[in-house]
């Protein structure tokens, strides 16, 4: 089947440490996305990437972190820079005509 | 001004009610329009995009798109239990490659 995988499903990080989460689409989606989800909040975009190793950032992108080595992945890693990491992490991919497809997501705990 | 706006409710309705779902963006060149319906700690799940202005009927559920009022809803008839989640609108500004989220509203359907 089709779709987007993120993992780890649950992360936890230690004050001052980088966590990397991962997002795989066996879709065939260009464009990628990244969003976070903070409490009774809408979806912030972080990070965006419309094709391989090109990215542009969204609205909260500081002490985020991508890459886009290939068509299907693109990981993002927060870094000890962001001081607020915790927050549902979502992760979407595009086909041109009908909207974004989403990740099972990945709920960041700062421990 | 936000980008996207919505009210965040909660909207409660009756059992078997129409539920009126509203939002509203600030550019006007934008051409993209979705709404997505998300369960309490669970991924967005797309249920309706627009592109022209008018209706669009799909089940249960109407997309309402007037460009000119730069304004956008969703019609939920027979409404449900099963229905009560959060709502969110998306919208796709104008030369963009990103979907832009408003803060969701909550909807309760109440047996």
């Known amino acids: 089947d089709g779709g987007i995988t993120q993992s780890p499903k649950y992360l936890f990080r230690k004050e001052g440490q980088n966590v990397t989460l991962s997002c795989e689409q066996n879709l065939n989606h260009d464009a990628m996305y990244w969003y976070r989800q903070d409490p009774g909040q809408g979806l912030r975009l972080i990070y965006y990437?419309?094709?391989?190793?090109?990215?542009q950032k969204g609205d909260i992108a500081e002490g985020y972190s991508v890459s886009r080595e290939k068509k299907e992945s693109f990981p993002l890693t927060v870094t000890s820079a962001q001081k607020n990491p915790t927050a549902f992490y979502l992760c979407?991919?595009?086909?041109?005509?009908?909207?974004?497809?989403f990740g099972s997501g990945t709920r960041l705990t700062v421990v | 001004q936000k980008e996207v706006e919505q009210n965040s409710g909660p909207l409660s309705v009756p059992e078997g009610a129409i539920a009126s779902l509203n939002c509203t963006y600030s550019d006007r060149g934008s051409q993209s329009f979705f709404w997505y319906r998300q369960y309490s700690g669970k991924s967005p799940e797309l249920i309706m995009f627009?592109?022209?202005?008018g209706d669009k009927e799909d089940g249960r559920f109407t997309a309402q798109l007037n460009k000119a009022s730069q304004y956008v809803s969703l019609l939920i008839r027979d409404s449900q239990p099963s229905d009560s989640a959060t709502y969110l609108c998306a919208v796709i500004p104008s030369n963009t490659g990103k979907l832009i989220f408003g803060q969701g509203t909550t909807l309760q359907v109440k047996p």
């Open positions: 627009i592109y022209s202005n």
């Open positions: 979407a991919s595009r086909e041109m005509v009908f909207g974004y497809t």
């Open positions: 990437s419309q094709i391989v190793n090109d990215f």
